[in-house]
Structures are given as C-alpha cells and as structure tokens.
C-alpha cells in the first residue's frame, strides 16, 4: 500500500502567508522522513481566504519532497495548454521524473468567470487540454487545431523525463467518470 499526503493550502484571510507556508514545508519533510510515497497540492481561484497557487507551491515544496512523488491537481480549462504543458515538463525534470499531474473540472463557475472562459464550453476545452498535453509531451515539434486553441510547430525544451507525465482524472459524475476512464491514466475518486 501507498500513502500520500494531499495538502490543505486554503486558510483564513488572517494567516500570515510566510508563516503558514513554512508550515507546509514542514508538513512535507515529515511526510518524506515518514516514508510517505507522494505530496500534492489542490487547485482553487478567485477564493476570499489565503490560497496558495498550486504551481508555485508544488514547485517550492518539490525540495523539501526527497523521492517522494508528487503533483498539482489543476482545474484544467483554465490553464493555457502549451504554458501548463512548458511547466509540467520544467517541474518533472526538477523532480527527477516524479511528477503526477492531476486534472479535473472543478465546480466554481466564479473562477471560469474570472478567466473569462465559459462554463458551457469546459468539458470541451478539458478534452482539449488533455489531448495537448500529451502531444506536447510526446512530440518534438507538434501541430495542433482544435475549437479553442491552434498552433503549429510548437517545440519546447526540457521534455519530461520519462517523455510522458502521467496524467489522473478528477470525476465525480457518472459523465466525467467515463470521460476519466477514456482519457487518463488514473481515476481520482
């Protein structure tokens, strides 16, 4: 069995961001010092308490993790696809090929307001994503037209370590647990 620790990073509005932080830091050294197999990090925005950005955090919180796996969970649409893309492989690599990446929909119709995305056009752009994703991390040099998002000969470096980041899928509904089963590596339940 596996045991990983999934991070709470949202707390009151009153926190002291610097204090709190180095509270997660601490969280996950004794996670690695406890034999914990992996850490990851939730994904919210345009919340009204302190919220640390999951990128970042994961990113800082990869130094103090040993060889524990580790990953964001992203609220995918509303990341652009070749930028997430550009940081999931930067973060692999700083992570000795340890990155999981895991996505999903999530419920706050603010938050899709706030990026200006629709919410009638989420699971399409998620498809999308997903479908971006994996060609970037598969391709040198990649070509893309989809409904949201066109490019032609991407190429970026570094790639992930191991060519493919895998990639779990966040579904509760019967729709999306299919879509899970279609499109990702891993259910998260």
Same mark, same amino acid.
């Given at each position: ?7 709470? *990073?949202?707390?009151?509005? =009153?926190?002291?961001? #610097?204090?709190?932080?180095?509270? $997660?830091?601490? %969280?996950? !050294? +004794? ?29 800082r ?8 796996q ?13 930028l ?5 492989? *930067?973060?692999?690599?700083? =992570?000795?090929?340890? #990155?999981?990446?895991?996505?999903? $929909?999530?419920? %706050?119709? !603010? +938050? ?5 995305i629709?919410?009638k ?8 994503g997903?479908a971006?994703?994996r060609?970037?991390f598969?391709?040198d ?10 490019f ?9 370590v ?11 509904a019967?729709?999306a647990?299919?879509?899970?089963a279609?499109?990702?590596d891993?259910?998260?339940?």
């Amino acid at each position: 069995m596996k045991i990983g620790l999934s991070l709470t *990073t949202a707390y009151p509005r =009153a926190e002291p961001a #610097v204090g709190r932080f180095q509270q $997660l830091v601490q %969280q996950v !050294e +004794a996670a690695r010092d406890h034999g914990f197999h992996s850490v990851w990090v939730g994904d919210h925005h345009v919340t009204p308490h302190l919220y640390y950005q999951s990128v970042p955090a994961i990113a800082r919180l990869t130094a103090h993790a040993g060889t524990m796996q580790i990953g964001p969970f992203l609220l995918l649409p509303l990341y652009p696809p070749v930028l997430l893309a550009e940081q999931m492989a *930067t973060l692999d690599v700083i =992570a000795d090929g340890r #990155v999981t990446l895991m996505v999903a $929909l999530g419920w %706050q119709p !603010e +938050a899709y307001a706030a990026f200006g995305i629709a919410w009638k056009e989420r699971v399409a752009r998620f498809e999308e994503g997903v479908a971006i994703l994996r060609l970037l991390f598969d391709k040198d040099t990649a070509d893309y037209h989809g409904r949201f998002h066109r490019f032609e000969g991407v190429s970026f470096q570094p790639k992930p370590v191991r060519r493919r980041i895998p990639l779990w899928i966040g579904a509760s509904a019967e729709p999306a647990i299919r879509r899970a089963a279609r499109l990702g590596d891993a259910w998260i339940i």
